[in-house]
């Protein structure tokens, strides 16, 4: 089938389907097609490629003619795309025929060093590369694999058989390096459009634009400019324009990845793709000439797979590519209609890429002129079966007929950063497009259940294929009825002959995904999508994570989490899990002490549960936890701070605790390391909480800080802490919020009343648990004051008095003359009912028990004339809809008794006090209390 025959025109009929079930492709003649070259030539957008424009091939279906070292035969290409199962299959069955001496992946150069451990018995896949540059970690980008990845079988064919196998892309200590460059250039040019926007700003303010122009344009010029961006060849940012001789966007590992930010974001990986589905989001396209620039061509125009898709009849380039090699896997002959797919798509569609894009455009040649130059290395060494595993967008390139003298003087001069390589853990999650990863897939669960059924059809050949489709329903099955949902033989029967008959409707040889995804629906979930869900997490996304072997390289820190992981029986795990840890346990202990040290710097592995967890208890803490494979980046972010856990937690501390703005982090923090237990950072970090307290005029932050602090004392025992570090500087601020607690409840609105309000209660509580008598008292004494003084707004001494009620330094008298003050018809209705409101505190109890009150409270509605009573009504309303649902009851029952109705006093319980003692050793026991 000639290249002729691809045309990018939705008017022909099927030529996908037939290009890639053709078994036999007859060479052609002429040259390869035309790339972008050094110079900024390039093919115009939408001219048809003639024979001469195409990729020989060779009676075999997979030996491409050699165009770089001008000898037939010695090297062979193999386009595929990466995490593809189909590819992967077809793969190993070419390698079997071709039997390579030499193996050509791309990938980073940097890794070679530890290729050795992908065939460890300890390896297990989902795997990735991880490389990064030490003096930076944050300049960091991962190659994820998975066992279905043709890469990944690529390299573990050859090393087996200890054949030579190396990575051939452009090395990324150059790349990184033109990265930082580019960053550097736009940071600059950011700096001249802002001094150039603040002169032009003053000129229309009236200033001297004559002055300001050449002020800017002077520091400018005066900086040292890094190479402009438009010269340098960037390192792709998961979303990524389609450059000539590039590969498609975000589809593409070979994309070579942005610097990870925290490691969150992920990087694009080794094999470029020609998974079309992953197309810049919001990326626009050039309309063709004469036609309008509609979102279906921009889409066409953005993902080449899309035309072939439409040719074939599918909704887009990823069902299409799925449907006719991932789900097939026919062998060696799918390679060359790939090749000449490809490159007639290239050709189309390459030229439009460059002008989106340069940047883009001008890194990718560098990348194809680095993989021909390890190309010919290969060839000179006199290896005769060289077999080159790359993304299909990059046949072309690598084939093109370029000397290696120009190819040499385009790498020559690149800068260079220091980069280091190792392997990580990693999940099928991660591998999905959902996370952000560009060349994510949407089924990684499904793409490896057709790896692995092809792999059983190829162990036994003379034997009948095993069904995927009875395999995969069964795991489903099995997944219901975990969950006591209805799923019988008959449903499984039913559903099979339901995706058999959507597959002979459609012209497959075998039900895909999305037959068998239709099948579940109507027959095992009756039409309820909601029940697919729990199939999709566990099934076509899956919680797999892989496992790397303990010799790899890894940093020390790393080291040290590892061993404690293992020393205290802490698995890292991708699903997640409660964790329920007894602080009286010395292994549980560790285990917190653990978990808090990693949040400390930055890696969340475990959040507290508070559902789990008592008011007051001291003992116990509930954990969730989930590992997610970035927290390896974060390790080797947070190595510069220690080697060791305890080191880089202390040390992290303290960063954060001289970057801290408020006394209210502050207190955290020390909280924070107390539950860690690190003692030296406990002591700086409330040296300079101490420090700031000082000379710290704001009462609200003073009061921000009690609470955690407080906290101290509600862990310390169980904890075996020096409660003693803190207690003094507690101690301090309890003084200092007391003596300025008066002027800070002084000429509030309602707003900061209420914004007060919380903060008040909060501290309140706090220092009923430090249990002074010096500091309970000065801080009663400033709620007296509170609640007396006349600049005060309501809701505050309404509070204040609520509180020295509970604490019973007023007695109900007390509470009743105020109340009654408060609430006489002399005062404003709006500023008693926000006294009523404050001193209710949201809870009813004290008028449910206290006659005198209720009866206070009932004499002042009562009294109220119909206006102020309509006027007050939302406010009140609004006090009362804080009460519970059983309050809110009693006290219309209350009510319904009438104004002097009292509750009848309890008579005194007849205890029998033998009987009361039973219970006593059992509650010691759960309670904690020594017996």
């Known amino acids: 089938m000639g290249a002729s025959g691809v045309r990018l025109n939705a008017s022909l009929s099927n030529p996908a389907r037939k290009m890639l079930a053709a078994r036999q492709v007859e060479p052609d003649s002429g040259k390869p097609p035309s790339l972008p070259s050094p110079s900024g030539g390039r093919r115009k957008a939408g001219a048809k490629p003639s024979a001469k424009n195409t ?95 043709p890469e990944w079988q690529a390299l573990r064919w050859a090393l087996l058989r200890q054949i030579p196998a190396s990575f051939i892309d452009l090395p990324l200590t150059h790349q990184m390096a033109l990265d930082k460059a580019r960053e550097a250039a736009e940071a600059e040019q950011a700096e001249k459009e802002a001094a150039e926007a603040e002169a032009e700003a003053a000129a229309g303010a009236g200033g001297d634009a004559e002055e300001v122009a050449p002020a800017a344009a002077s520091a400018s010029a005066d900086g040292n400019l890094p190479v402009p961006a438009s010269s340098l060849a960037p390192i792709s940012d998961e979303t990524q324009a389609f450059a000539t001789g590039s590969d498609t966007t975000a589809t593409d590992t070979d994309t070579q990845d942005a610097p990870a930010q925290g490691a969150e974001k992920q990087a694009l990986a080794v094999g470029d793709t020609t998974d079309a589905a992953a197309a810049t989001p919001g990326s626009q396209s050039e309309p063709e000439s004469g036609t309008g620039s509609t979102p279906a061509a921009t889409a066409y125009r953005t993902d080449p797979l899309n035309w072939l898709a439409q040719a074939a009849g599918h909704a887009d380039g990823e069902s299409w590519w799925n449907h006719t090699v991932e789900e097939r896997g026919d062998g060696e002959e799918l390679f060359a209609a790939i090749s000449e797919a490809m490159v007639s798509l290239r050709a189309d569609l390459g030229a439009s890429a460059e002008e989106r894009d340069p940047i883009e455009a001008r890194r990718e040649i560098l990348r194809e002129a680095h993989m021909r130059q390890r190309i010919r290395d290969a060839v000179k060494q006199g290896h005769e079966r060289i077999a080159v595993v790359c993304g299909a967008w990059h046949l072309g390139g690598l084939q093109a007929a370029v000397k290696p003298s120009a190819d040499a003087g385009l790498l020559k001069g690149l800068p260079r950063l220091k980069v280091q390589s190792t392997w990580v853990p990693w999940t099928y999650r991660h591998l999905t497009r959902a996370s952000g990863y560009g060349a994510g897939i949407e089924a990684p669960g499904w793409y490896e259940h057709l790896w692995l059924f092809g792999q059983q059809a190829d162990a036994s050949p003379t034997s009948p294929p095993p069904s995927r489709t009875i395999g995969w329903l069964a795991r489903i099955a ?67 994570m892989g496992r790397v072997p303990p010799d790899v390289p890894t940093v020390p ?21 409660t ?54 980046m974060k390790l080797i972010e947070a190595s510069p701070w220690g080697h060791n856990l305890v080191a880089a937690a202390t040390a992290r501390s303290l960063e954060r605790a001289e970057k801290a703005t408020t006394l209210g982090e502050l207190s955290q923090l020390v909280n924070q390391a107390l539950l860690a237990d690190l003692g030296a950072a406990v002591q700086a970090v409330s040296r300079i909480l101490e420090n700031r307290a000082a000379v710290s005029g704001d009462t609200l932050q003073l009061l921000e800080a009690l609470p955690p602090l407080a906290n101290v004392f509600r862990y310390g025992n169980v904890r075996q802490t020096d409660t003693g570090l803190v207690a003094h500087m507690l101690d301090s601020l309890i003084l200092r919020a007391a003596i300025a607690l008066p002027l800070a409840c002084s000429a509030l609105n309602d707003d900061a009343a209420q914004s007060l309000r919380g903060h008040l209660i909060a501290a309140h509580g706090s220092i009923a648990l430090r249990d002074a008598d010096e500091q309970t008292q000065a801080w009663q004494r400033a709620l007296g004051h509170v609640a007396a003084s006349e600049q005060t707004h309501e809701l505050l001494k309404g509070l204040a008095s609520r509180l020295l009620l509970d604490d019973h330094v007023w007695e109900a008298n007390d509470a009743a003359q105020a ?93 029998n006090e033998k009987l009361a003692a039973l219970p006593v050793p059992l509650l010691k026991l759960i309670l904690g209390v020594p017996a």
């Not at 991880?130 to 980008?141: F, H, I, M, N």
């Not at 202990?589 to 808090?596: D, Q």
């Not at 505190?841 to 206006?867: F, I, K, T, Y």
């Open 579 to 632: 964790l329920d840890l007894d602080l009286r346990q010395p292994n549980d202990l560790a285990r917190s002490h653990l978990l808090h040290r990693l949040s400390l710097i930055d890696i969340p592995w475990g959040s507290i549960s508070r559902a789990g967890r008592s008011g007051r208890g001291t003992f116990h803490e509930i954990w969730s936890l989930q590992w997610q494979p970035e927290f390896i």
């Open 557 to 577: 820190l790393q080291k040290d989490v590892e061993q404690q992981q293992k020393t205290l029986r802490l698995k890292a795990e991708a699903t997640e899990r």
């Open 478 to 544: 099995r997944l219901m009825r975990e969950r006591d949902l209805d799923c019988s033989s008959a449903h499984l029967i039913e559903a099979t002959r339901l995706a058999d008959t959507l597959a002979a409707l459609r012209q497959r040889p075998q039900p895909g995904l999305e037959e068998l995804h239709e099948a579940t629906r109507t027959v095992l979930t009756m039409g309820d999508d909601a029940a697919l869900q729990f199939i999709g997490d566990a099934l076509l996304v899956s919680q797999k």
């Open 55 to 149: 990729l020989s091939t060779a009676a075999t279906g997979h030996e491409q003619v050699d165009t770089v070292s001008k000898e037939p035969s010695k090297v062979h290409y193999f386009g595929i795309r990466h995490h593809g199962p189909g590819c992967a299959r077809s793969l190993l069955h070419a390698f079997e025929a071709l039997q390579p001496d030499c193996v050509l992946v791309e990938g980073p150069p940097e890794a070679e060093g530890v290729l050795a451990a992908l065939v460890s018995e300890q390896m297990q896949p989902p795997v990735a590369l991880l490389s990064y540059c030490p003096d930076e970690p944050q300049r960091a980008v991962y190659h994820p694999f998975a066992v279905f990845s």
């Open 819 to 911: 109340l009654s003050l408060h609430l006489s018809s002399g005062t404003e209705p709006l500023k008693a009912a926000a006294w009523l409101e404050g001193f209710l505190n949201r809870n009813a109890m004290v008028l449910l028990h206290d006659p005198a009150l209720w009866q206070l409270v009932n004499d002042w509605l009562c009294s109220l004339g119909e206006e102020h009573f309509v006027h007050i009504l939302p406010l009140v309303r609004r006090t009362f809809s804080a009460f519970s649902a059983s309050e809110r009851r009693d006290l219309g029952q209350r009510a319904k008794q009438g104004a002097s109705a009292a509750p009848s006093a309890a008579s005194a319980p007849d205890w």
